[in-house]
T-cell receptor, first 111, second 114 residues
Framework: GIQVEQSPPDLILQEGANSTLRCNFS?????LQWFHQNPWGQLINLFY???GTKQNGRLSATTVATERYSLLYISSSQTTDSGVYFC?????????????FGQGTELSVKP | DADVTQTPRNRITKTGKRIMLECSQT?????MYWYRQDPGLGLRLIYY???????NKGEISDGYSVSRQAQAKFSLSLESAIPNQTALYFC?????????????FGPGTRLTVL
């Protein structure tokens, strides 16, 4: 089956620093989403981005579908950015729309 | 998203008990999903439903059953709970366009089986 790999697995930043999280996937996809899981366990949609670039405030994401990777950029990080960031994909022809999740990147932003 | 609600939010039960987790959505979406998350891992799909009459097994359906009572309601049951079903359970919905659309997740149910 498709493999979804995220890097780095852990990241510690000082408040105000920038970071880049990466998601590699092993097959063609028609759905890619980035989520933030906060320390209370809630999953928050960040981006639906099967291709191209999107920005939302201090966050932006780029997916290069032909090269099978996506990047999530966090600029001027804040302590509230702490938590786990997940990339999830669904395959072309997958009529169920089943998302396959990576293992996540755990981000800790220190004040 | 507040549009997807789950009850209960936390539940502690004993081995062998039957329990039901409920999910409701006000998004008007046809597709609903149940996922499970174990500590330190991503989510895995348990069951999914295209509409009231169409229910499908996911990656890890053994030990679980589901019921789609209406477009807006999708319940997950553990017929006889066991400790390794201790996990965080998420319900999700999507509009349904062959997978190429956003999935919206509920707040999760934290289940502990003693």
């Amino acid at each position: 089956g498709i493999q979804v790999e995220q890097s780095p697995p852990d990241l510690i930043l000082q408040e105000g620093a920038n970071s880049t999280l990466r998601c590699n996937f092993s097959d063609s996809v028609n759905n890619l989403q980035w989520f933030h899981q906060n320390p209370w366990g809630q999953l928050i949609n960040l981006f639906y981005i099967p291709s191209g670039t999107k920005q939302n405030g201090r966050l932006s994401a780029t997916t290069v579908a032909t090269e099978r990777y996506s990047l999530l950029y966090i600029s001027s990080s804040q302590t509230t950015d702490s938590g786990v960031y997940f990339c999830a994909v669904a395959l072309f022809g997958n009529q169920g729309g089943k998302l396959i999740f990576g293992q996540g990147t755990e981000l800790s932003v220190k004040p | 998203d507040a549009d997807v609600t789950q009850t209960p939010r936390n539940r502690i039960t004993k081995t062998g008990k039957r329990i039901m987790l409920e999910c409701s959505q006000t998004k008007g979406h046809d597709r609903m999903y149940w996922y499970r998350q174990d500590p330190g891992l991503g989510l895995r799909l348990i069951y999914y439903s295209f509409d009231v009459k169409d229910i499908n097994k996911g990656e890890i359906s053994d030990g679980y059953s589901v019921s789609r009572q209406a477009q807006a309601k999708f319940s997950l049951s553990l017929e006889s709970a066991i400790p390794n079903q201790t996990a965080l359970y998420f319900c999700a919905t999507s509009e349904g366009t062959g997978g190429a659309d956003t999935q919206y997740f509920g707040p999760g149910t934290r289940l502990t089986v003693l």
